[in-house]
């Protein structure tokens, strides 16, 4: 069956840290693949999503991920981040065999200001 | 900015009574879909339509979990009786085409519901 892996439940970074955020999936196919995020008391909203083409893809509030086809990865990274970035990030795929989204179980990230 | 509207926000309920969440997408959204998600856990799909017609409900617990798009427009998820493992928000998303490997999905706010 289709899975999704985020490495880190919890991540605790400081205001200005460099931010990476690890999500693989297990699924040879064609997948498209997107990162959610949740603030505080909000609903899940698009971050950034990948289709095709440049497998560099960026997203609101420079965020960006990179799909690496043969790593079966899509991780998340942002160069310096804010406080405001605290909230729930969710990786999660569309595989072409049944056209689902696939969840990862998601990484809490606290910015400490 | 047209958003998924869900009510209620929150529910409590005792055991073993029944419980009813609605959900009304984006205008003009084919596809609609009801997740369940544990705390600490992903969204798991429990139901998907397209329009009025069910999709794929084959994650939904059939003996107490019942589902319903009947305009294709809105839609009510119930689950009668609730058990405490039911415990959880329940997320509803529409897209706009049809659900392919394309279909960016929209989310609510969530019902969050606790049994006692």
């Known amino acids: 069956a289709q899975s999704v892996s985020q490495h880190n439940h919890h991540v605790i970074l400081s205001e200005a840290a460099s931010l990476e955020l690890g999500c693989n999936y297990s699924?040879?196919?064609?997948?498209?693949l997107f990162w959610y995020v949740q603030y505080p008391g909000q609903h899940l909203q698009l971050l950034l999503k990948y289709f095709s083409g440049d497998p560099l893809v960026k997203g609101i509030k420079g965020f960006e991920a990179e799909f690496i086809k043969s790593k079966f990865s899509f991780n998340l990274r942002k160069p310096s981040v804010q406080w405001s970035d605290t909230a729930e990030y969710f990786c999660a795929v569309i595989p072409d065999s049944n056209y689902q989204l696939i969840w990862g179980a998601g990484t809490k990230l606290i910015i400490k200001p | 900015e047209a958003e998924v509207a869900q009510s209620p926000r929150y529910k409590i309920t005792e055991k073993s009574q029944a419980v009813a969440f609605w959900c009304d997408p984006i205008s003009g959204h084919a596809t609609l879909y009801w997740y369940r998600q544990i705390l600490g856990q992903g969204p798991e799909l429990l139901v998907q339509f397209q329009d009025e017609s069910v999709v794929d409900d084959s994650q939904l617990p059939k003996d107490r979990f019942s589902a319903e798009r009947l305009k294709g427009v809105d839609s009510t998820l119930k689950i009668q009786p609730a058990e405490l493992g039911d415990s959880a928000m329940y997320l509803c998303?529409?897209?706009?085409?049809?659900?392919?490997?394309?279909?960016?999905?929209?989310f609510g706010p969530g019902t969050r519901l606790t049994v006692l």
């Open positions: 998303a529409s897209g706009q085409g049809a659900a392919d490997l394309y279909n960016e999905q929209f």
């Open positions: 699924y040879g196919g064609t997948v498209n």
